[in-house]
């Protein structure tokens, strides 16, 4: 039995499809540069291969939440540029600053202290400015600009800061046509303009997140930031599927059962016995359950592809499985039972696992826990993107490299 094989559950994570979508979407913003949002571990797919492998296919910039996730891919051998956006007061300023890592700013605090730390380590911190046009979550609000970019002129005049960017975020893209679309990008662009009136010179001006990669063009400025869309899932489901708008889900999410055994009907299934069987049957465990990202919510209503066929998670999903009525198939122990994937062989999507959740794709891959393993396949480059193409809509498998890892990159 191969390793692979032998595996309880493992995350499959297809580097060549990331790359794909890389290119994809740079296509998508051409004339703008793109950054690959690696935050979350690469909304749990694993961040440094997935750096890397953005990086092969043209991703000029990364992108992290903390400072932390910034400063591990730096541990980790990944130069080039790294913004990240997260900060509290007294976080490692000193170490991204030494790092070279453009650090977010969105108030006056958060300037001093950057600027502190460049005084401390005598080099220039590099910063981006970022700006509340209407998402009310993090960014400098409007009427507190001029005072922001007045203060950040005086630092980088000083020599202790460069301002490297300005930018903001959109609260909703997903929603194409939504009014506070257009109102968000006209606040961008005076606030744009009033720091270069006052003398800001920016490398990169961005408020384009995935789906106003996707959808809005006019968003793109100088750099778009490109997260969920580039590990193949779509960011507006009622907009478009992935390959609607040209992506390939990169995890394929799958266990090996467990156990197959016989029921009789009235039988009790998981706790609270939420689900009887109808009749004389046959169940399958799945070893996977909420502690490995599984959500709960989807109880009853998860769906498995089991021996050519989708079934349905029955009764409880638990801390470690969930069980699945088979129906009377006798499929072997140690059988793939696929929660989520691409799609090539009729698995279920992670969009069908965020409906029967009532949730976003965006939680269902990031939640998937450290007890399962990544498998990094296609991980050398591959020019033309197709990780060999045999896979592609086939359910056939081309050659491939491959590594096993834990979700925080420590080899197995």
């Not at 996730?69 to 990944?78: D, N, P, T, V």
């Not at 060999?388 to 925080?408: I, K, N």
Request: proline share 6%; hydrophobic share 40%.
């Amino acid at each position: 039995m191969n390793e692979t094989a032998s595996l309880r559950a493992r995350a499959e994570i297809d580097l060549a499809a990331l790359r794909a979508n890389v290119r994809a979407l740079r296509e998508r913003a051409a004339g703008a540069q793109l950054m690959a949002v690696v935050k979350s571990d690469a909304y749990g797919h694993g961040a440094v291969p997935c750096a890397r492998a953005a990086r092969e296919a043209g991703a000029t910039w990364l992108g992290t939440a903390t400072p932390q996730e910034a400063l591990a891919l730096r541990a980790a051998g990944i130069d080039g540029r790294i913004m990240c956006w997260l900060w509290t007061p007294g976080g490692p300023w000193r170490e991204a600053v030494e790092a070279g890592i453009d650090v977010s700013v969105s108030d006056l605090w958060a300037l001093r202290e950057a600027a502190g730390a460049a005084a401390a380590t005598g080099r220039t911190a590099r910063v981006q400015l970022k700006a509340d046009t209407g998402l009310g979550r993090s960014g400098c609000q409007p009427a507190d600009w001029p005072h922001l970019v007045a203060e950040a002129r005086e630092a980088e005049r000083s020599g202790l800061v460069r301002i490297t960017g300005l930018w903001s975020h959109f609260a909703c893209a997903d929603e194409p046509g939504h009014p506070s679309i257009a109102a968000q990008l006209a606040v961008f662009r005076d606030l744009v303009a009033h720091a270069e009136k006052e003398g800001v010179e920016p490398e990169v001006r961005h408020l384009a997140n995935s789906p106003a990669t996707l959808t809005l063009p006019e968003s793109h400025f100088d750099l778009v930031r490109t997260g969920i869309a580039m590990y193949g899932v779509s960011p507006s489901p009622e907009v478009g599927t992935p390959a609607d708008f040209g992506l390939r889900p990169v995890m394929t999410l799958a266990a090996s059962l467990a156990l197959v055994k016989d029921a009789p009907a009235g039988h009790g299934v998981s706790y609270g016995h939420h689900y009887v069987t109808p009749a004389e049957t046959t169940l399958g465990l799945v070893p996977l359950g909420y502690a490995d990202g599984v959500p709960r919510h989807a109880s009853g209503r998860g769906p498995v592809l089991i021996g050519g066929k989708v079934r349905t998670a029955a009764g409880r999903i638990a801390m470690d499985q969930f069980v699945v009525d088979l129906g009377g198939d006798r499929p072997e122990a140690g059988a793939d039972a696929v929660l989520f994937g691409p799609g090539d062989r009729g698995e279920p999507s992670v969009q069908d696992w965020a409906e029967a959740a009532g949730t976003i794709g965006y939680e269902i891959v990031t939640r998937i826990g450290v007890r399962v393993p990544r498998v990094y396949v296609n991980g050398a480059d591959d020019p033309d993107g197709t990780g060999g193409g045999a896979e592609r809509g086939t359910g056939a498998r081309p050659a491939r490299t491959q590594d096993h890892e834990t979700a925080g990159g420590v080899k197995r």
